[in-house]
């Protein structure tokens, strides 16, 4: 093989090399963000049902706002999105 042959392989090499290591990385960030994901669910069907059963709120009230607090974000970040536009078009002005 020539050297600028085996060089290419070389080159391919290492990136393959880092590429595994940089994908063996993020599997091991994705399974720790997972875990602590599924430790916050936990946590919070806790108090869910802390709360109920303390009588300060329904399991049903307490679904309904969180569902109350997403409606809001996503309404938030439309606005947002909107205004973003907005700069857009006075700037292309």
Same mark, same amino acid.
């Given at each position: 093989? +020539?050297? +600028?042959?085996? +060089?290419?392989?070389?080159? /391919?090499? %290492?990136?393959?090399?880092e /590429?595994?290591?940089?994908?063996?990385?993020?599997?091991?960030?994705?399974?720790?963000?997972?875990? +602590?994901?599924? %430790?916050?669910?936990?946590?919070i069907k806790?108090l869910?049902?802390?709360?109920?059963?303390?009588?300060?709120?329904t399991?049903?009230?307490?679904?309904?706002a969180?569902?109350?607090?997403?409606? /809001?974000e996503?309404?938030?970040?439309? %606005?947002?999105?909107?205004?973003?536009?907005?700069?857009?078009?006075k700037?292309?002005?």
């Amino acid at each position: 093989m +020539s050297d +600028s042959v085996q +060089s290419k392989v070389d080159q /391919l090499e %290492r990136a393959v090399l880092e /590429l595994g290591a940089e994908l063996y990385t993020l599997k091991g960030t994705f399974a720790k963000q997972n875990e +602590s994901h599924t %430790r916050f669910l936990a946590i919070i069907k806790g108090l869910k049902q802390l709360l109920d059963e303390k009588g300060l709120i329904t399991l049903d009230d307490f679904d309904a706002a969180v569902q109350l607090g997403e409606a /809001l974000e996503s309404f938030n970040s439309s %606005r947002d999105t909107l205004n973003e536009i907005e700069k857009l078009k006075k700037t292309g002005h």
